[in-house]
C-alpha cells in the first residue's frame, strides 16, 4: 500500500516537474486525494457489488487533474 501511494505522489510530482501540472499544486494532498478516490471505488465495489463507485471515482479523478493542470494560451 505504502508503495502505491509513494508511486502516486512521485507519479504526481513528475507532472508537476514536467510542467504538466501547477507548479503550486500540493503534491501530496492531491496523491491522496487520487488514490483514496480508488481504494473508496473499489471498497465499494467490492463489499456492495456498486460499479458505478468506479465511474464515479473516475469522474472524480478527472475533476482534480483538470483543476490541477497547467492551462495553455492558445
Known sequence: ???WSAYVERT???ARDAGELRADVDVPQLAF???ALMETANG?????DEET???RARTGIAARLRAATVEENN
Open 1 to 3: 500500500q505504502r508503495n
Open 12 to 14: 504526481v510530482a513528475d
Open 33 to 35: 486525494e487520487l488514490v
Open 44 to 48: 465499494i465495489a467490492v463489499l456492495h
Open 53 to 55: 463507485a468506479y465511474r
